[in-house]
């Protein structure tokens, strides 16, 4: 009884904080509503600011079929948005082990170089890159899209970070049962890294998949399927938009992040700063 | 040492599965691709407009299967007209055309300088048989650059002004008091019908401003004189302006924010009784079905009027690259089909049909399907008008910056607007134009 | 044992090093190259007669450009603070550990980062266009006496992006903030307690200088992003009204591809001064901030 109402007025005092996250909540979710109704309406109905539910979402789907290789893109997205996330963890988080676990001075001044590549705005690198993708025959291929970002100063300085909790005690006692260096970082420092691990998988995918400019401009293949971001803004040219067949376009490009999101979410929470489990 | 090799092996590992994976994810683009360069029959073509020249696209490809049946054209989708300008801006910044289509579609106002500054990324397209005297000189004048013609035009870009007939009937007016009239009688018109009914008689796309450029035009002026902005001392400007500011205030031409704003709000959302653009806005004004009957099209005001106005606004024209391994198919095709050729007709019909294309091969807008009334126009014969209106068009001076003084010019109208002095602020975009241009 | 360690350590950053070297130090560059050259990049600007800081100088006199710089750093101002600061409120009252349905609140505020940029930009167009939906709804409250042209004044147009900044990352940046707190050392709290500290004090005093590396990594992450702002400015307000929403990223891009009158040199030049604000903007923020022993 008394438990109960101790219960009720903690709950009570946190009325205010409930009224605010609502609200939060609200203004974050309100536009997404609004996507996904649009996505079945029709587009004079979207123009005209229905944000109730229609029923014109099959005839968009149709629509959005007929006028995008949408499957293409979306296997396309999903492939290089995968790719680049594997192999940028696997470089981000073993260099983020060294930089941190190996420290020293002049590892330091590396560190502090690699930042620098964080600082540029990309639109002056994306000529010389491209130039050097056309040179290497890159272009349209996977390692075209993913080389660029695969090793990024974020995600190393990420590792780096949540690797200064790493119990050094743990990695001297491996060494003394005979472990190697690259063994330690398999067997152990992986293992318990695992939410930064995940953490690391969401935003690296969510950026990858998310990505444009780049995109748009390395995947010169005239037959192949592009990637959604690109599918989308074809969509969104031209005279004449229309806005249903475009929103769900919006859709199925938004739901496999938010996916993602949801699977890794409980350890993407404890994995951002680095809580080792 | 041992432990780095290790690591290497891992990280080749790591790489050889997505390369395979890589494979096996994409043979499709991998084989078409081999193909394309394989087959004498398929061009690859880029274009950026799903309900409009895409379409027109396929007529042309269905057209000259009927001469080779083997002929096979790949249309690839872009967002937009940029997208073709940054592919061969790259394509050329990095030597390297392979990465280019045979053939692209290609905004008329860009195309001169792209000649210019990329000479190997275009192949001329003399001597393919077309007769040039069947296009409209303005036309013409984008595609030729000193003396060599590199473009087959596809759209007519003719400017038209389409009115609500019922709103203006409403007010006492029909579509002959809004011809041939001067834009001081035009904005007395504008101001009833906004009083009348509510609504504005023009809209513009405010992040785009091309409607100084279209009444410059219809006066036979340009905003350039001798390769440098012509503003503060051109009075056909300062009054053209005048008007735009005069509307705006009036609330009788609404200025949108965005291309989606100006159509989707302005035009489809019933809120103009009038639009005036490139005849390529008609697929937008007929969206509005309940609309249909209601419109018709005419010429535009002019400054002093007693004489109607023409214009013309956002054509394109298609283009050869360097890259084309296949130049003569490439040339007959462009020839049979856009060019006048014997496949003009079915292809210019089809592509006013399925995307309201309409041609600037005088020949081809003689067909029957121009002569037909149009339902959504109140049964006015509207395509073959345009084509009419197309020859009209003056000629004026034209240059690589012209989206920069497009831009300046819309700034200023914005700040003129905002309580500036139209003197003092076309002089500063004239100032900025000229410093863009390194003048 | 110690030395030869360390030594192993260098191989494990390899293959990171010389990708970062050979995919961004070398195109940034080549750019620096380029930044003195002429408009298509195909000659030294020198060549034409001009001195070799040409396409430097020309950035001072260039009135369109100081706009954009202008626009970028009342952004930075403005936004990052009011986004941080609601970040951790948020993070901070998400960790109550009475709080119910705290994982339905927290994915509710992290979803509109999960949207592509091209997305967001297209929705928040729609919602504040004069015959959008903001209007309507504000009109309806009786908030507003007349429908608001949002996109088309410079007051209201810096406003829209700023708040479709806020709403985009906040949840982002609350995510790194809730997982700092996680990780706090809750003896300290316990002691403070004890000393009778109340709510702000123990916040101020014992949150914030704990959650610091956290913040200054958020700072830094959000001051790179914010001078690097182009999404918003291309496909929000396009720049307008009179370039004066334009970010410095939107004029190089226009500058390099856009208004279909490329200036390579130029182009480079202008991200070339982009790069040092960031740069020296960091080593500040870094200096402030150091807890490293």
């Known amino acids: 009884m008394t438990e109960r109402k101790k219960m009720s007025a903690i709950q009570r005092r946190l009325i205010p904080s409930y009224i605010f996250l609502v609200i939060v909540a609200l203004f974050s979710v309100f536009p997404l509503y609004w996507m996904l109704t649009a996505a079945t309406n029709t587009t004079q109905e979207v123009a005209q600011g229905k944000i109730l539910f229609g029923a014109n979402l099959m005839v968009n789907f149709r629509n959005l079929l007929a006028s995008a290789k949408l499957w293409g893109a979306m296997g396309n997205s999903f492939f290089y948005a995968a790719a680049l996330t594997v192999l940028s963890l696997f470089i981000c988080s073993l260099a983020g082990y060294g930089f941190e676990l190996y420290h020293d001075k002049g590892k330091d001044i590396v560190f502090a170089i690699l930042l620098l590549a964080m600082m540029i705005p990309g639109v002056a690198t994306m000529i010389p890159l491209f130039k050097m993708m056309s040179k290497m025959h890159l272009l349209s291929t996977v390692w075209g899209f993913v080389l660029p970002t695969v090793a990024t100063p974020f995600m190393i300085m990420m590792f780096r970070q949540n690797s200064r909790n790493f119990p050094l005690e743990v990695m001297d006692a491996a060494r003394i049962d005979g472990l190697g260096e690259l063994a330690i970082f398999f067997r152990i420092y992986m293992p318990m890294m695992k939410s930064t691990y995940a953490a690391a998988a969401v935003i690296t995918f969510m950026n990858a998949w998310n990505s444009y400019l780049w995109p748009r401009v390395v995947l010169t293949d005239p037959n192949s399927a592009k990637t959604m971001p690109i599918l989308i803004a074809n969509l969104a040219g031209g005279y004449t938009i229309d806005y249903g067949v475009l929103m769900l376009g919006v859709l199925f490009c938004s739901l496999p992040t938010v996916i993602v999101f949801f699977i890794l979410q409980k350890q993407f929470a404890q994995g951002i700063t680095g809580a080792i489990k | ?439 | 044992m110690e030395r030869k360690q360390k030594r192993i350590g260098w191989y494990f950053l390899l293959t990171a090093t010389a990708l970062i070297c050979v995919f961004s130090f070398f195109p940034m560059f080549s750019a620096l190259v380029t930044s003195f050259k002429n408009s298509t990049g195909a000659q030294w600007i020198t060549e034409s007669g001009k001195p070799w800081y040409y396409n430097y100088a020309r950035m001072f006199q260039d009135k369109t450009f100081m706009t954009t710089l202008k626009n970028t750093f009342l952004y930075l101002i403005i936004q990052v603070p009011i986004m941080l600061v609601f970040a951790i409120l948020l993070a901070q009252i998400l960790n109550n550990k009475d709080l119910k349905l705290r994982g339905f609140f927290r994915t509710c505020i992290f979803l509109p980062c999960a949207i592509s940029l091209v997305s967001y930009a297209l929705i928040f167009r729609s919602l504040f266009a004069t015959e959008g939906l903001v209007n309507s709804i504000l009109l309806a409250l009786g908030f507003i006496p007349a429908k608001i042209n949002w996109l088309g004044q410079t007051g209201t147009a810096r406003f829209v992006i700023i708040f479709a900044l806020v709403w985009r990352w906040t949840g982002y940046n609350m995510v790194f903030y809730l997982a700092g707190l996680q990780n706090l050392d809750y003896s300290v709290y316990e002691a403070a307690r004890i000393d009778g500290a109340n709510g702000w004090k123990t916040f101020w005093h014992i949150t914030v200088p704990q959650l610091r590396p956290v913040i200054i990594m958020t700072f830094i992450m959000s001051i790179n992003g914010t001078l690097q702002l182009f999404d918003e400015s291309v496909n929000l307000t396009n720049g307008g009204p009179a370039g004066t929403t334009m970010t410095m990223s939107h004029y190089i891009y226009n500058n390099a591809f856009g208004t279909g009158t490329a200036n390579f040199g130029y182009a480079s030049a202008m991200s070339f001064l982009v790069f040092i604000l960031v740069a020296i903007l960091a080593v500040i923020n870094l200096k402030v901030g150091d807890t490293r022993d």
Request: aromatic letters at 10%; proline letters at 3%; charged letters at 20%.
């Open chain 2, 1 to 439: 040492m041992k432990k780095y090799l290790a690591l290497l092996l891992a990280l080749v590992m790591v790489f050889a599965l997505a390369a395979c994976g890589g494979e096996t994810a994409k043979p499709e683009t991998e084989t078409a691709q081999t193909e394309t360069a394989a087959d004498p029959n398929t061009l690859t073509v880029y274009a950026w407009d799903a309900n409009f020249n895409i379409p027109a696209l396929k007529a042309a490809e269905a057209a000259y299967q009927k001469k080779n049946p083997d002929f096979k054209l790949e249309i690839v989708q872009q967002s937009g007209s940029s997208d073709v300008e940054n592919a061969v801006t790259l394509a050329a910044q990095a030597n390297d055309l392979s990465t280019l289509p045979d053939i692209v579609l290609f905004q008329d106002h860009y195309i001169q300088r792209y000649v210019r500054d990329y000479p190997t990324a275009w192949t001329p397209i003399e001597g393919a048989p077309i007769n040039w005297d069947d296009f409209g000189a303005e036309k013409l004048s984008y595609s030729t650059i000193e003396g060599v013609h590199y473009g087959v035009p596809v759209d007519n870009g003719t400017a038209i002004f389409a009115y609500r007939t019922d709103i203006l009937e409403q007010c006492g007016y029909t579509i002959d008091d809004v011809t041939g009239i001067s834009w001081d009688q035009w904005l007395e018109i504008a101001r009833k019908v906004k009083e009348e009914t509510g609504m504005a008689l023009l809209s513009m796309d405010h992040s785009g401003d091309d409607l100084p450029y279209m009444m410059l035009q219809a006066e036979g002026v340009s905003q350039f004189e001798d390769g440098k902005p012509n503003f503060v001392n051109n009075d056909k400007m300062k009054k053209i302006i005048d008007v735009i500011v005069t509307g705006a205030n009036d609330g009788t031409i609404i200025l949108a924010n965005s291309w989606s704003e100006y159509t989707d709000n302005t035009i489809v959302g019933n809120q103009v009784a009038g639009v005036m653009n490139g005849n390529w806005i008609i697929p937008t004004i007929s969206l509005v079905a309940e609309n249909s009957g209601k419109w018709a099209i005419t010429t535009l005001p002019t400054i002093d009027g007693g004489k109607e106005g023409y214009a013309a606004n956002g054509g394109s024209s298609l283009y050869i690259t360097g890259n084309c391994k296949n130049v003569d198919l490439a040339k007959d095709f462009l020839a049979y089909t856009f060019g006048g050729g014997e496949g003009a007709l079915e292809t210019y019909d089809n592509a006013l049909r399925d995307g309201g294309v309409i041609t600037c091969c005088i020949s081809a807008g003689q067909s029957e399907v121009y002569q037909e009334g149009v339902e959504f126009f109140g049964g006015q014969a509207i395509y073959s008008t345009i084509v009419e209106m197309g020859s009209h068009v003056p000629v004026i001076e034209q240059s690589d910056f012209h989206y920069n003084a497009r831009t300046n010019v819309g700034n200023a109208i914005t700040n003129i607007q905002n309580g500036g002095d139209l003197e003092a602020e076309l002089q500063t975009a004239e100032d900025q134009v000229n410093f863009e241009m390194g003048n």
